[in-house]
T-cell receptor, first 117, second 115 residues
Framework: DTGVSQDPRHKITKRGQNVTFRCDPI?????LYWYRQTLGQGPEFLTY????????KSRLLSDRFSAERPKGSFSTLEIQRTEQGDSAMYLC???????????????FGPGTRLTVT | AQTVTQSQPEMSVQEAETVTLSCTYD???????LFWYKQPPSRQMILVIR??????QNATENRFSVNFQKAAKSFSLKISDSQLGDTAMYFC????????????FGQGTRLTINP
């Protein structure tokens, strides 16, 4: 197992187009997170899955954004009708379910850098 | 809501020197976790060190140590004997112990180690 992977690593799109990103978590990690990081800022939480269930969404996640995690494995994040303000690094992280522990480390992927022109 | 503030946008030190990065946070939670993450240029974020709020003892990991002041809501990172490979963005982060356990990050400090 080589860690969390994300595809593509870079995406350039024109305003108004739809884009989809994929995240493959570490196998057997039940929790999966999406964060967005704009230039010069820290990552901000977007959404979280426990297995296939999307349990929490940030107010940052407008109705143009949708995330799925079918079968509790990989996840996709889709942005419809992209805007220039969507330009950012989109980070995925996964963690194992707490098995009697209060904390589970989040392992981050390399991110997908989106540029909207 | 929790907030994390890093007041030093950039820092620069010479190799082998000691450097301290500052972080303050705000929360009404009594128990939580605090982290320092490192994000090297064009590489993925990795965990440097973790502190549980209920533990009074400051966490250490080799050359990295923290100064956790719970009453002051302060959580600084000290890097001893700094190395060129320590050059990176450093993010302070907060996590509640319950619920989604999502991370709340500060704005980051860009640390440059000069030869």
């Amino acid at each position: 197992d080589t860690g969390v992977s994300q595809d593509p690593r870079h995406k350039i799109t024109k305003r108004g187009q739809n884009v989809t990103f994929r995240c493959d978590p570490i196998s057997e990690h039940n929790r999966l997170y999406w964060y967005r990081q704009t230039l010069g800022q820290g990552p901000e939480f977007l959404t979280y899955f426990q297995n296939e269930a999307q349990l929490e969404k940030s107010r940052l996640l407008s109705d143009r954004f949708s995330a799925e995690r079918p079968k509790g494995s990989f996840s996709t994040l889709e942005i419809q009708r992209t805007e220039q303000g969507d330009s950012a690094m989109y980070l995925c992280a996964s963690s194992p379910t707490g098995q009697g522990t209060a904390y589970d480390e989040q392992y981050f992927g390399p991110g997908t850098r989106l540029t909207v022109t | 809501a929790q907030t994390v503030t890093q007041s030093q946008p950039e820092m620069s030190v010479q190799e082998a020197e000691t450097v301290t990065l500052s972080c303050t946070y705000d929360t009404s939670e009594s128990n939580y976790y605090l982290f320092w993450y490192k994000q090297p240029p064009s590489r993925q974020m990795i965990l440097v060190i973790r502190q549980e709020a209920y533990k009074q003892q400051n966490a250490t990991e080799n050359r990295f140590s923290v100064n956790f002041q719970k009453a002051a809501k302060s959580f600084s990172l000290k890097i001893s004997d700094s190395q060129l490979g320590d050059t990176a963005m450093y993010f302070c982060a907060f996590m509640k112990t319950r619920g989604a356990q999502k991370l709340v990050f500060g704005q980051g400090t860009r640390l440059t180690i000069n030869p």
